[in-house]
């Protein structure tokens, strides 16, 4: 079944700025956002293909890929793999517009209050960075990772309070943890929260703080921690593993710990989406006379027979030998590249000035095509 075309996914012209690329992710992000369309299944889909339309055009890199090859140019680490988390990239997306509450009011004209249920005491999301080989993306991959992060005081349970100790409201914001910030704009009034500078946004102030933790409810520790890769992702991706971020404040829910995919460089193969190309090194007497070699591939070794002739830069192409992802096979193309010793005896020198000396071995003439006329030989 064919995929949209993300430009129109988007509502833009192919040759559309980036600017409006990203206007038009964020106006439609915000129309189907799903906490703006509960329940509406269209919603959640059409919010889902906008923002892997813009996952990949709001890449200069992956725009480009995209242009030139279509979806297919996308498989493999240019394409929104399936570990893609369309809300976590609007956060992302979200944040870097100035917050939730700016970039929802930009939309909603004058008198719109942006509101929070209550004191945001969730903790705080955390990241890092972590390298995959070729191989781990390829098959997946299990990770053990230790990771240091504010979990709940064992002394106080979280509360900061000492035990029989009290804690009361803020008197400043009522207890809600959020103070009104009334701004005014050309299309009229916007209404913002902010959280309470007093209470620190937390709606209560402790009395009799528990010693271990000052009061805050959290203490630092290391922790290890189990991460599991699907096949496939991408480098560059970004994963959430929910619930292992900071803990949150006064029991509230714990932060994520969101994780960016940096594949690493392999030593033979060289990645394009799902294939992979190898440099193959062989020697002269090979490539002129023809040879059966052994190619390393990801999963062992395959034999491939070089015919008499073969010049360098020759690319061979052993379908199914690439990437296997999700049902898809890549294939790996084997360059040929013509092996120079550095040195070789007197012995050798002697055979190859032997061999310089055969008409049939020397190479044509420049701008003449090699293998043309009988005796001009052939280039390696």
């Not at 092996?339 to 071995?361: F, I």
Request: net charge positive; charged share 30%; hydrophobic share 35%.
């Amino acid at each position: 079944m064919a995929r949209e075309d993300y430009y129109q996914v988007l509502g833009v012209e192919r040759g559309a700025s980036a600017e409006e690329i990203k206007k038009a992710y964020r106006r439609l992000a915000v129309q189907h956002h799903p906490d703006k369309n509960p329940g509406d299944k269209q919603a959640e889909e059409k919010f889902k293909a906008v923002s892997e339309a813009y996952q990949v055009l709001g890449d200069a890199e992956k725009r480009a890929q995209y242009d030139r090859f279509g979806h297919e140019g996308l498989r493999g680490g240019a394409a929104p793999g399936p570990g893609f988390d369309p809300l976590e990239f609007f956060r992302e997306f979200a944040r870097g517009s100035g917050g939730f509450e700016d970039f929802f009011s930009s939309f909603m004209g004058g008198g719109f209050e942006s509101r929070r249920a209550g004191p945001d005491l969730r903790g705080e999301d955390l990241r890092m960075a972590l390298p995959l080989t070729l191989e781990e993306v390829a098959r997946g991959a299990e990770k053990k990772v230790r990771l240091r992060r504010l979990i709940a005081c064992g002394s106080c349970g979280g509360s900061g309070r000492r035990p029989g100790g009290r804690s009361t409201a803020c008197s400043q914001c009522g207890g809600t943890g959020e103070v009104k910030i009334v701004q005014r704009a050309l299309w009229g009034q916007v209404i913002r929260t902010e959280p309470c500078p007093r209470c620190q946004g937390e709606g209560v102030l402790i009395d009799d703080p528990c010693g271990a933790c000052d009061g805050s409810g959290r203490v630092e520790a290391s922790e290890e921690i189990l991460l599991k890769f699907p096949p496939g992702i991408g480098d560059g991706e970004r994963l959430a593993k929910r619930g292992a971020g900071n803990a949150g404040r006064r029991g509230g829910p714990p932060g994520d710990l969101i994780i960016e995919i940096r594949e690493q460089a392999h030593e033979l193969f060289e990645r394009r989406g799902l294939n992979l190309l190898l440099r193959l090194p062989i020697g002269y007497a090979q490539a002129v006379l023809g040879a059966k070699v052994t190619v390393p591939a990801l999963d062992g070794s395959v034999e491939l027979r070089v015919p008499a002739g073969t010049p360098g830069g020759k690319v061979f192409r052993l379908r199914g030998q690439g990437l296997h992802i999700g049902g898809r096979r890549g294939d790996l193309f084997v360059e040929i590249a013509i092996w120079t010793p550095a040195k070789v005896s007197a012995k050798e020198k002697a055979l190859l000035e032997e061999l310089g000396r055969q008409p049939s071995l020397r190479p044509p003439a420049p701008g003449r095509a090699a293998g043309g006329k009988a005796g001009d030989g052939r280039r390696a």
